[in-house]
C-alpha cells in the first residue's frame, strides 16, 4: 500500500482545490509541506520576507483572482502571530485568503512548549473560521473544507492550524482518489413578489440612485447593473474602496459617494428619492453611520449576500438576501414593461453635466508643474499616463485616501484597499499579489513613506520572482494623517509624526530592482512613463509638499478645538 507524508497530502489537495500559486515563509513546523512543494511542478510557490506582508500578498491576489490566495507559515509561535495583522485586514475586506499554519506537535501542547502559541484562539477573532488538524487522515478534508468556507457567501479568511507530528505521519494514498474541488454555490435571489415590488417603486423614482458596493465589485454582474442603471436613468455611485464597481467609463458611473467620496455623488445620495443599495452594507465607510449622509425621507432598498446586513445600520422600505449580480440582472427582467417617471430623465442630465464639471474642476485645481509637487497635480498626471488596463492598490492614510476617488478605473476589478482595516503597510504587498493573478495588466501601488518603510523588504520578493509591479511612493516625510491631527486639533505640538527616510529608489536598485526619483513636478510625467515601461519591478520615489495635509477624521476630534 503506498503511503504519502501529511506534509505531502497538503499539497496534493491544495492541487485538488485548483490551487497555482502559494505564498509562504520556510519554518522547521512546516518542513514537510515545502519538501512537498519542491515536487508540485504545477504550484507556483513566492516566498516572502515577512509573514504579514505575504498574507498582504494572497489577499492581493485573491481579490484579483477572484480564487482562494494561499498563504504558507511554516513557523508556529512567531510565524503563525505575524499573520494576524495580514488576516484581520482580509477579515475586513471579505478576501477569501487561506492560511496553513504549522503548529506544535500534539504531545507537547499545555506544557508551555517552546514557541507555543494557542493558535486555534489567537485567530478565531480575526478569520470567517479557524480549524486545528486533529489526524492526517483527514488534511484532504479540512483542505477542502478551508476553501469551501473561504469562498462561500460572504467570503472571508480561513486559517488552518497543521500540528508538526501529524505533518510528519503518513496516510494512505487511496485516499486521494476521492478528493474532488470544493463546491461553492454563491447566486441566490428573491422571491418574484418582492423583486416586483422593488422594481415597481424604482420605476416610479424621479431620482433614481444606485448604490454600489464589494458585492457589484466581487462579482460578475456588472452588465447586469449597468443595464438595470440604463433602464433606470439611475447614477450609479460606489462604496469608498469599490471605485471600480463598474467602469469610469460609462456616463452613469458618478464615483465614490460618502463623506470620503466626491461632492457630485455624495449630493446624489442626499437627493435621491429611491435608493438601491446593491451589494453594501452602507457602513462606516460609506456613511459613518449617520442617515443623513443619505436622503432621509428616501425609500430604501437594500441586497446583501449576508442577512444580518440587512437594515443593521438603516431601517430599509425592501431588504433582499441574494447576490447582487443575479438580483440585478431580476430587476431588470421585473422591470419589463413598466415606464420610468419622466422626471428621471431630467435628473440622469443633470448629473451627467455636474460629473463633467466636478472632474474639470479637478483637472484646472491640479494646476501646473510647479514644486513643491502637490497631490492634485500627482493625481491628474497619474491620470493622463497610466493605462487603461491600471490596477490600482492603496495604502491608508491621508494621500492614498484622497487619492482612491481620483484615479481612472477603466477595467473591473482595478482598486485594492484597506477598506475598513484603515492599514498602512498594505499596498506594496498587495500589488505584487494581484501582478501574479492578473500578470499582462499594469499594477501601480500608491503608498506613503511611513508604510513603504514597513513593506519594502518585499522589494526583495519582486525582484526574485520578476514580479514587474510599479510603487509610487509619497514622500512627504512624515505621518501625514496624524500630523495633520496635530496641526489641526493639538496646537502643532508635533511628536512622532516625522519619518526620516532613506533614498527608497537607491534602496530598489540595491535589491536589482529599478529605481526612480521625481524632486520636481516637471518630471514627474515622463518618470512614470519610463517606470511603468522598464520591464522591472519599480520603485518611483516622489517628493510631495509636506505641508499638503488633510484631516480626514475630524469627526474624532470634535471635542477639540483648533
Not at 503563525?80 to 495580514?86: V, Y
Not at 513643491?372 to 492598490?393: H, M, S, W
Not at 501582478?435 to 500608491?446: E, F, M
Amino acid at each position: 500500500m503506498k503511503t504519502m507524508t501529511g506534509g505531502q497530502a497538503v499539497v496534493a489537495a491544495l492541487g485538488a482545490q485548483g490551487t497555482d500559486h502559494v505564498f509562504g515563509l520556510i519554518g522547521s513546523a512546516g518542513m514537510e509541506i515545502f519538501d512537498a512543494l519542491y515536487d508540485a511542478k504545477d504550484i507556483n510557490f513566492i516566498g516572502v520576507r515577512d509573514e504579514r506582508t505575504g498574507v498582504h500578498m494572497a489577499d492581493g491576489y485573491a481579490r484579483a483572482s477572484g480564487k482562494a490566495g494561499v498563504f504558507l507559515a511554516g513557523q508556529n509561535g512567531p510565524g503563525a502571530t505575524n499573520l494576524a495583522t495580514g488576516l484581520a485586514q482580509a477579515y475586513a475586506a471579505y478576501s477569501p485568503v487561506i492560511a496553513l499554519g504549522g503548529s506544535l506537535s500534539s504531545a507537547h501542547i499545555y506544557r508551555d512548549a517552546f514557541q507555543e502559541v494557542d493558535q486555534q484562539s489567537l485567530f478565531k477573532p480575526i478569520t470567517k473560521k479557524t480549524y486545528t488538524l486533529t489526524q492526517t487522515a483527514r488534511i484532504p478534508e479540512m483542505v477542502g473544507e478551508a476553501f469551501r468556507t473561504a469562498l462561500s457567501p460572504r467570503r472571508g479568511p480561513v486559517m488552518l492550524n497543521l500540528p508538526r507530528d501529524l505533518l510528519a505521519d503518513s496516510l494512505e494514498t487511496s485516499a486521494y482518489g476521492q478528493i474532488e474541488k470544493a463546491q461553492v454555490f454563491g447566486a441566490m435571489t428573491a422571491p418574484r413578489s418582492v423583486l416586483e415590488q422593488a422594481a415597481q417603486l424604482l420605476a416610479n423614482a424621479q431620482r433614481p440612485l444606485i448604490l454600489a458596493g464589494g458585492g457589484v465589485k466581487n462579482g460578475s454582474g456588472q452588465r447586469a447593473v449597468l443595464d438595470l442603471a440604463e433602464r433606470l436613468n439611475a447614477p450609479i455611485a460606489m462604496s469608498p474602496g469599490h471605485g471600480d464597481a463598474v467602469p469610469c467609463t460609462h456616463p452613469l458611473y458618478a464615483g465614490q459617494a460618502g463623506p470620503r467620496g466626491n461632492s457630485v455623488a455624495s449630493d446624489l445620495a442626499r437627493q435621491a428619492d429611491v435608493i438601491l443599495a446593491l451589494g453594501t452594507r452602507l457602513g462606516f465607510n460609506t456613511t459613518f453611520y449617520q442617515r443623513e449622509s443619505l436622503n432621509p425621507a428616501a425609500t430604501l432598498i437594500q441586497v446583501e449576500v449576508e442577512p444580518t446586513a440587512l437594515g443593521r445600520f438603516f431601517p430599509v422600505d425592501v431588504g433582499i438576501l441574494g447576490d447582487a449580480a443575479t438580483v440585478a440582472g431580476d430587476l431588470v427582467d421585473a422591470l419589463r414593461g413598466l415606464p420610468t417617471h419622466p422626471e428621471s430623465r431630467t435628473w440622469a442630465d443633470r448629473f451627467t453635466e455636474q460629473r463633467r464639471a466636478l472632474l474639470q474642476q479637478r483637472d484646472t485645481a491640479a494646476g501646473n508643474a510647479a514644486d513643491p509637487l502637490q497631490p492634485g497635480y500627482l493625481f491628474k498626471t497619474i491620470r493622463e499616463v497610466a493605462p487603461d488596463d491600471a490596477i490600482y492598490t492603496m495604502d491608508a492614510g491621508t494621500l492614498c485616501l484622497q487619492a482612491t476617488d481620483q484615479m481612472r478605473y477603466v477595467q473591473t476589478p482595478s482598486l485594492f484597499t484597506p477598506l475598513d482595516f484603515g492599514l498602512v503597510g498594505f499596498s506594496y504587498a498587495c500589488g505584487l499579489g494581484a501582478k501574479l493573478a492578473q500578470p499582462h495588466r499594469t499594477v501601480i501601488s500608491l503608498m506613503g513613506d511611513g508604510g513603504f518603510g514597513m513593506a519594502c523588504s518585499e522589494i526583495g520578493t519582486a525582484a526574485a520572482y520578476g514580479i514587474n509591479t510599479v510603487c509610487l511612493v509619497l514622500n512627504n516625510g512624515c505621518w501625514g494623517a496624524e500630523k495633520a491631527y496635530q496641526r489641526d486639533f493639538f496646537g502643532e505640538r508635533y511628536i512622532g509624526a516625522d519619518v526620516p527616510n532613506p533614498p527608497y529608489d537607491k534602496l530598489a536598485e540595491l535589491w536589482n530592482a529599478s529605481g526612480f526619483r521625481v524632486d520636481r513636478a516637471a518630471d514627474l510625467a515622463k518618470t512614470l512613463e519610463a517606470a511603468i515601461h522598464c520591464g522591472k519591478p519599480a520603485v518611483v520615489d516622489i517628493r510631495v509638499d509636506p505641508n499638503a495635509l488633510y484631516s480626514f477624521r475630524r469627526d474624532s476630534f470634535k471635542n477639540r478645538t483648533k
